[in-house]
């Protein structure tokens, strides 16, 4: 017996034995809520106001919406971690241009690695028959095709004057799903149960970041998107549609966590 416990305790000193090859999976009282704060050119965004893109259009937005889910917390070590079930929220702009998520029953432990994604995952994307959030009575499911816009821009593209056109912008499909992590946070839910997380949602550089217009096209994080170039079939799935994808995974920025 004696053999077999110096067998095991060298085992553990080659492989390690700790905790942080197991996942998370026990809830606990833990409370995060997750602050929204949608802007646009570093001031709050404001419907049917006019604005210009990082290609000199001009235009205005009068509905904006995106499906967060998915959201994953992971330990200091950043490979424990925690998924927490069925995490679809719908992001929208309704009397003010913030909005929260709160995630309840969350482990009692400490994290440094916030993950979520845009969009609607494979698994939930093609089953429309659903309540909450994902209920298609929220207007984020097609209504030609079983599966949901992953975010929505509606609004006016001002051409001069006196003409306009619609600008619209559905985008879904497993093509633009994407994942948006913030590393090294401090995330104490051990020791504060309660605390809020305050994201800033930067809505223009869904069109490209204005900011990077002497930055070289190969070395800028967002991609310059050209109304004139625009057709139906990229609104809805076409290469422009990634683009888009690529520029919305890049639109959040993490400014503060307190505790309540």
């Known amino acids: 017996m ?3 416990f110096l067998l095991l305790l060298f085992s ?3 492989i390690g034995c700790d905790s942080h090859k197991e996942t998370f999976d026990a809830a606990g009282t833990g409370e995060l809520t997750i602050k929204f704060n949608l802007i646009h050119d570093d001031s709050s965004l404001t ?3 006019e604005y210009i893109n990082a290609l000199s259009q001009s235009y205005t937005i009068s509905d904006f919406r995106f499906y967060l889910s998915n959201v994953v917390l992971r330990d200091t070590s950043a490979t424990n971690y925690y998924k927490i079930p069925e995490s679809y929220h719908l992001i929208e702009m309704i009397d003010q241009a913030d909005t929260s998520i709160v995630l309840t029953g969350l482990p009692n432990r400490a994290f440094s690695e916030l993950e979520f994604s845009v969009g609607v995952d494979n ?3 093609y089953n429309t028959d659903q309540i909450g959030d994902l209920d298609p009575a929220n207007g984020m499911a097609w209504n030609w095709d079983t599966g949901y816009k992953f975010m929505l821009v509606e609004g006016l593209r001002l051409i001069d004057d006196t003409n306009s056109k619609g600008l619209v912008y559905h985008i ?7 994942t948006v992590k913030f590393s090294g946070k401090e995330i104490f839910l051990n020791q504060n149960s309660k605390q809020e997380i305050v994201l800033d949602v930067h809505v223009d550089f869904i069109f490209g970041d204005k900011k990077e217009a002497l930055v070289p096209e190969d070395q800028r994080k967002t991609n310059f998107i050209d109304f ?3 057709t139906d079939q990229d609104t809805m799935f076409g290469p422009n549609t990634q683009l888009i994808a690529d520029n919305y995974a890049q639109m959040f920025e993490w400014k503060d966590i307190f505790s309540k």
């Open 123 to 125: 698994s939930a994307n």
């Open 47 to 49: 419907y049917n106001k």
């Open 2 to 4: 004696k053999q077999i």
């Open 172 to 178: 879904g499909g497993d093509a633009n799903y994407r």
């Open 228 to 230: 004139n170039n625009d």
């Open 12 to 14: 553990c000193f080659l």
